[in-house]
């Protein structure tokens, strides 16, 4: 549980989810640009410019997607980095 001063991202996305993100095309365009022009050599820039697509596509119209959705994809992408990837007993 948070403490009282930390927000509580889970429940705000449920609340979020519900909420109507309008087709927005120059938002869409925006995200997706400053995506690109973040996106680098390292997998972390890539990692985030992943994260400002994902985000784009809620003002997609031809896209279908929530906060809720986009929370746990980068949720599960960072949890899959920390432990070293997909399979770390690889070499």
């Keep these: 549980m ?9 429940t705000d996305l449920e609340a979020d989810s519900e909420a109507a993100f309008p087709a ?3 938002r869409v365009r925006l995200l997706r640009e400053v995506g690109d022009d973040v996106r680098g050599e390292s997998s972390e820039s890539k990692q985030i410019a ?7 596509d809620l003002y997609d119209p031809e896209e279908d ?13 960072l949890n899959v980095k920390e432990r070293g990837g997909l399979r770390p007993d690889r070499d």
């Excluded at 997607?65 to 992408?77: A, G, L, M």
Aim: hydrophobic share 30%; aromatic share 12%; no cysteine.
């Design 2 to 10: 948070p403490a009282d001063d930390e927000p509580d991202w889970e």
């Design 24 to 26: 927005d095309p120059e």
């Design 50 to 56: 992943a994260f400002l697509y994902r985000v784009s």
């Design 65 to 77: 997607t929530s906060p809720e959705e986009i929370y746990r994809n980068v949720r599960n992408i």
